[in-house]
């Protein structure tokens, strides 16, 4: 069974560039959640997909956008980044229809803002 | 707005005794909760979970606690390892929400061989 996988590890990035991180899923998931999280705190819901649709949304501006594709893979997008955009991403994913719908985490993307 | 608190930052336990982390939520509406563990610079990896309808699970070393009327959860790892030394996050999720878990600033446990 593969787990979670996230691409790329690192990188960083300057104020008002856009980044794109990747996530592919358990094998036998249908649902991406992503979460941001910033040092010494807990992972912040973004947003998750299923379906290839957007499926809650947490706090997060419009500048956050994510797809979902037919592989159940996913993509965050971050426009205009911001200082405060400097975070661990982590994609967790999941089987929505299973009652439990425990979330299996991927290793993240640590993203760096200067 | 924290809905979910890990109070303790950091715990320090012997190997072989027993580690509780505790977790307090303020919504009532939570149905589902888990515990993750965090070692560095890897994601958080799923540990054990408890319904709301139920006040105890347990498998193996871990077993979570619920106590709705007080709002509060709690993790007990017996006897514990050196190999259990990493942060440990809980999480819950609202009814009815889809999927949207919310999670503690969680709590670093160091096992003292």
């Known amino acids: 069974e593969t787990g979670v996988t996230q691409s790329p590890t690192h990188l960083i990035k300057t104020r008002g560039q856009q980044v794109t991180l990747r996530c592919s899923s358990q094998s036998g998931h249908n649902t991406v959640s992503w979460y941001q999280q910033a040092l010494g705190q807990g992972p912040q819901f973004i947003f998750q997909?299923?379906?290839?649709?957007?499926?809650g949304r947490g706090n997060f501006p419009p500048r956050f956008s994510g797809l979902q594709f037919p592989n159940y893979s996913s993509e965050l997008n971050v426009n205009a980044l911001e200082l405060d955009d400097s975070a661990l991403y982590l994609c967790?994913?999941?089987?929505?229809?299973?009652?439990?719908?425990?979330?299996?985490f991927g290793p993240g993307t640590r993203l760096l803002v200067l | 707005d924290q809905q979910v608190k890990q109070n303790s930052p950091s715990l320090s336990v012997q190997e072989g005794r027993i580690s509780i982390l505790n977790c307090d939520y303020t919504?009532?509406?939570?149905?589902?909760f888990l515990w993750y563990k965090k070692y560095p610079a890897e994601g958080p990896t799923f540990l054990i979970s408890?319904?709301?309808?139920?006040d105890k699970n347990e498998d193996g070393r871990f077993t979570v606690f619920l106590n709705k009327s007080a709002k509060h959860l709690s993790l007990h790892i017996v006897p514990s390892q050196p190999g259990d030394s990493a942060v440990y996050f809980c999480?819950?999720?609202?009814?009815?929400?889809?999927?949207?878990?919310?999670f503690g600033t969680g709590t670093s446990l160091t096992v003292i061989p």
């Open positions: 997909y299923y379906r290839e649709e957007e499926n």
């Open positions: 408890i319904s709301s309808i139920k």
């Open positions: 999480a819950a999720r609202i009814m009815n929400t889809g999927n949207q878990f919310y």
């Open positions: 919504n009532s509406m939570f149905d589902y």
């Open positions: 967790a994913s999941s089987r929505t229809g299973d009652g439990k719908e425990t979330q299996y």
